[in-house]
């Protein structure tokens, strides 16, 4: 199995920053895909930003310029680093993995997986 875990959330004021991150471990071959997605309360889960193992980065427009997403592909993990942030930057952010391939076998036959973090709770107060 593959288990994702978040660290880092926690409580800041408008304006200001936070970096959370995520590691994955367990039965890991290779991760294409890690990144972020968030939910406030009430409100559907949406995509904050992800990346690829080759270094491709996809932002949601209300983040760009603000977040900034990076991995470390040795250790599986991916890291969030968030400025300037508003109070509509309250939810929960998950981690998650898509396309984890947990063994060369898999990789071969193309069985791959996906996985979700906890989630860590991201508050900012105006």
């Known amino acids: 199995q593959v288990q994702l875990v978040e660290s880092g959330g926690g409580l800041v004021q408008a304006g200001g920053s936070l970096i959370i991150s995520c590691a994955a471990s367990?039965?890991?071959?290779?991760?294409?895909?890690m990144g972020w997605h968030r939910q406030a309360p009430g409100k559907q889960r949406e995509l904050v930003a992800d990346?690829?193992?080759?270094?491709?980065?996809n932002y949601a427009d209300f983040v760009k310029g603000r977040f900034t997403i990076s991995r470390d592909n040795a250790k599986n993990t991916v890291f969030l680093q968030m400025n300037s942030l508003k109070p509509e930057d309250t939810a929960v952010y998950y981690c998650?993995?898509?396309?984890?391939?947990?063994?060369?076998?898999?990789?071969?036959?193309?069985?791959?997986?996906?996985?979700w973090g906890q989630g860590t709770q991201v508050t900012v107060s105006s």
């Open positions: 998650y993995a898509d396309r984890v391939y947990r063994s060369y076998s898999d990789y071969v036959r193309g069985r791959r997986y996906d996985y």
């Open positions: 367990g039965n890991i071959f290779s991760i294409n895909v």
């Open positions: 990346m690829t193992s080759g270094g491709s980065i």
